[in-house]
């Protein structure tokens, strides 16, 4: 227990502790960095290091190179690197906004309605006005219809509890997932095959275009959650105490969620569906660093993009056929969340 007898210990102190903290966010960034250049060199096509810098320099006479790098394994990993942040910040917001540690983005139903949009593109052309974005862009209206269909659903004359709003995005979510096998039954096998492989979660298809699709709504998500570090933090200690304070938990709770739904949706859009990121993410650095948000949201957004370019990059290189990430993320996730939970639990929420 350090003592802090003087103003000057205080100060003292906090300085340490900024100090700290900005060194653990510049750890988690260069690491960033260090996994997106490695991942580069990993391909059917070797490149070495020195090829690597000389190609992103310009500078490299290697025109197969070039594109391989440029066209496909730079706007690939721009993609992880988004979707990542998005739905482990995501997470974290939920998981501190509903003081639930089992919330994710799925629990309010976003994943399972923004995934029957896009299916419902695939099957029957439906948003065909939007011509190539047709499927990302259902999935993102139905991300934002899912969202509201659930916070109407919860809403009373007493205002929006969040219980209740849980529980609406629990039976929006099971509503919509039914929805969505009922379409699986009633197309043709060849609409079929793409419905399931897109719910499943690839970065298959993703170039330039998907990265440019998901950066502005991932964006705007992520600076609104990080504009709301400070009322986060007090929420996160007490909904009482943070309303005492002069916290609006209803414009708070508002606020945050369409954060998420902005966020989760520019990644559905582009990646489909992919489970349990927005879930072990934020627990892993919770119990590494606390419950401060102005080093949590940071962190998931670099953690949850290098874990989930390590997802990707084992999904497609490590087996004989190319895994979906989605399936990679859950056979791999859930038995390590169940070990997390059973080893360390006390240590998650406290």
């Not at 990265?211 to 502005?216: D, K, M, P, R, T």
């Not at 916290?247 to 508002?254: D, H, P, Q, S, T």
């Amino acid at each position: 227990m350090i003592e802090l007898k003087t103003v000057e210990d205080l100060e003292n102190y906090q300085r340490a502790v900024s100090r700290r903290s900005k060194s653990i966010v510049a750890a988690a960034g260069l690491g960033l960095i260090l996994t997106f250049l490695v991942t580069l060199m990993i391909g059917n096509y070797s490149l070495s290091i020195t090829d690597i810098l000389s190609i992103l320099s310009g500078m490299s006479g290697d025109s197969v190179g070039s594109y391989i790098i440029i066209d496909v394994r730079v706007p690939r990993l721009l993609c992880c690197i988004a979707v990542g942040a998005a739905l482990s910040a995501s997470g974290l917001v939920m998981q501190s906004l509903f003081k639930n540690p089992m919330a994710s983005p799925s629990v309010l139903g976003i994943s399972s309605g923004a995934a029957f949009g896009a299916a419902l593109a695939l099957a029957f052309g439906i948003g065909g006005f939007m011509g190539r974005y047709m499927v990302p862009g259902m999935a993102f209206i139905f991300c934002f219809l899912t969202m509201g269909a659930v916070y109407m659903l919860a809403r009373t004359k007493y205002g929006v509890v969040s219980t209740t709003l849980l529980l609406a995005g629990v039976a929006i979510g099971a509503f919509f997932s039914g929805m969505l096998s009922l379409l699986q039954y009633v197309v043709n096998e060849n609409v079929l095959s793409g419905i399931v492989y897109w719910t499943m979660g690839s970065f298959n298809n993703c170039g330039w275009q998907s990265f440019q699709l998901a950066i502005i709504p991932i964006s705007a998500g992520l600076l609104i959650m990080l504009f709301s570090i400070k009322e986060l933090n007090l929420i996160a200690a007490g909904e009482e105490q943070a309303a005492n304070i002069g916290v609006n938990i209803k414009k708070l709770r508002i606020l945050m969620i369409l954060a998420t739904s902005l966020a989760v949706g520019g990644s559905v859009a582009i990646s489909g569906v992919i489970g349990f990121v927005g879930l072990i993410v934020p627990h892993i650095f919770r119990m590494l660093v606390g419950p401060n948000h102005a080093l949590l949201i940071p962190l998931c957004v670099f953690g949850g993009g290098i874990f989930m370019i390590a997802m990707d990059t084992i999904a497609k290189s490590a087996f004989a056929m190319a895994l979906p990430v989605g399936v990679l993320t859950s056979l791999i996730g859930a038995p390590f969340f169940i070990y997390v939970m059973r080893t360390r639990k006390n240590e998650i929420w406290d």
